[in-house]
C-alpha cells in the first residue's frame, strides 16, 4: 500500500475556600478562564439540556493557552468533589471534531469533563499553526489535569483520560509520565510515531522514510530565511475515481457538516494539515515504549473491528501490562468511532470510568 501521510488526526485558581453550591456557581463563572457558552452554531456535537458548557484556558508548563470546553452535569453538586476526564481531540483536528462527542456525552453520564485543542491547533496559542510537537502536545494533557486537579469540585485523585485517534498516543505518552492520570481509554489510537516511520502495515520503506526527511529539512531552509511555509498529509480536498479508501473515509468526517469545523480565525484549507518541516519530528515519537510502566493503572482500548487504525490498538494492548482491556466494536471503521453515537460504547467507557474512578 502506499504510502499515505497521516492525517486524522487540549488560571488563577478558585479559592479552596467552603463555598454554597449557589456561591460556588458564580464563582466558577466569573473567574477569566470560564466562560459560559452555549454550543449554537456547532453541527459536530450536541449537548444536552442537563449539561452546562463552558469555555476555559489555562496554561501548559511552557506558558502557552491552552483552549478547552468544561462540561459540567447540570444536578452536580459543587459543594462536593468529583471524578473527572479529559478528552483529546484526533491529530490534526480540533475540540469541536470528536472530543465534544465524547466529553458531552460523558458529562451527560454524571462525569466533569474538558475537551482541549492541543497547542498550535484550534484556539491554543502556539505559532507557526500546524506544527508537530509530540512532547508539548502531551504537556497539554498533564496540563489539563493540573486545571482540573486545582477546582473545588473536581476530586484531584480521581481524574481519566480518553485520546481519540492521535490523541491516543498523546495520552499514553502523558501517563507514562504523570501517575495523577488514574485511568486511561484510547479510541481509534493512532501511534503518531509508528504510523509516520512506517505507515500503515509497515508499508513505508526506509528510503521513502528518508525522501520525507530530506525534503522537511530542506524546508526549513527556506522557511529559515523567509520562504512560505509549506503543508503536508491531511485530508484530501476533493475526490476522483483515484482517490484512496482512507481518504475517502476522512473526507466524509473532514470536508461535510458531519465533521467540518473552523474555529474564528482558522482556515479550512488546513485543517488536518501539519507544517511540513516539523512533520518529521514524529519520527521520534515512540509512545509505546514502557507502556507497561503506568500499570497498575488499568488502560482500555477501543477500536472498530474495520478500522484501518487497528493495527496500533493491538500492538498497545499486547505491550501493557494488566489491568487492561481491548474492545473491538462491530461493524465499525476508524473515523465511525468519532461520532456515532450509535457505535460508540459509552457504556463501556461510562463502566470503566466509574470502576476506577472511585
Not at 54 to 70: D, E, I, P, R, S
Not at 157 to 178: E, H, L, T, Y
Amino acid at each position: 500500500m502506499k504510502y499515505i501521510l497521516i492525517l486524522a488526526m487540549m488560571a488563577p485558581m478558585i479559592s479552596g475556600q467552603a463555598y454554597t453550591q449557589t456561591e460556588q456557581k458564580g464563582q466558577l463563572e466569573k473567574t477569566k478562564e470560564m466562560e459560559q457558552i452555549t454550543p449554537k452554531g456547532y453541527t459536530t456535537f450536541k449537548l444536552s439540556d442537563n449539561v452546562t458548557m463552558y469555555k476555559v484556558t489555562f496554561k501548559n508548563q511552557y506558558k502557552m493557552n491552552v483552549a478547552g470546553h468544561l462540561f459540567i452535569p447540570k444536578n452536580l453538586d459543587r459543594s462536593k468533589k468529583h471524578s473527572a476526564i479529559i478528552v483529546g481531540h484526533p491529530m490534526g483536528a480540533v475540540k469541536e471534531q470528536s472530543a465534544n462527542v465524547y466529553a458531552a456525552n460523558m458529562a451527560e453520564r454524571g462525569f466533569v469533563t474538558l475537551s482541549l485543542d492541543l497547542s498550535f491547533w484550534g484556539e491554543s496559542e502556539g505559532e507557526p499553526r500546524n506544527a508537530v510537537a509530540p512532547d508539548i502536545y502531551s504537556e497539554d494533557f498533564s496540563a489539563a489535569v493540573d486545571f482540573l486537579g486545582t477546582r473545588p469540585f473536581v476530586d484531584k485523585n480521581r481524574i481519566g483520560i480518553i485520546g481519540v485517534c492521535g490523541s491516543g498516543s498523546f495520552v499514553i505518552s502523558a501517563a507514562k509520565i504523570d501517575p495523577r492520570m488514574k485511568a486511561v481509554a484510547t479510541v481509534s489510537m493512532y501511534d503518531m510515531g509508528a504510523a509516520t516511520r512506517n505507515a500503515l502495515n509497515l508499508s513505508q520503506t526506509l528510503e521513502q522514510r528518508k525522501k520525507l526527511i530530506a525534503e522537511a529539512a530542506e524546508q526549513r531552509y527556506a522557511e529559515f530565511t523567509g520562504g512560505e511555509t509549506k503543508y503536508t498529509g491531511g485530508t484530501v480536498h476533493k475526490l476522483d475515481e483515484n482517490t484512496h479508501p482512507i481518504q475517502r473515509e476522512f473526507y466524509e468526517f473532514y470536508r461535510t457538516l458531519r465533521g467540518e469545523y473552523t474555529p474564528k480565525g482558522g482556515s479550512p484549507e488546513l485543517t488536518t494539515h501539519p507544517t511540513l518541516s516539523s512533520n518529521t519530528k514524529f519520527m521520534n515519537f515512540y509512545p509505546f515504549n514502557d507502556i507497561e510502566t503506568i500499570s497498575p493503572r488499568p488502560m482500555l482500548f477501543i477500536t472498530g473491528d474495520k478500522a484501518h487504525s487497528r493495527e496500533f490498538s493491538e500492538d498497545a494492548y499486547k505491550r501493557a501490562a494488566e489491568p487492561k482491556e481491548l474492545v473491538i466494536v462491530p461493524n465499525a471503521g476508524h473515523v465511525d468511532l468519532y461520532d456515532k453515537t450509535d457505535l460508540i460504547p459509552f457504556d463501556k467507557l461510562e463502566g470503566f470510568f466509574k470502576t476506577n474512578l472511585k
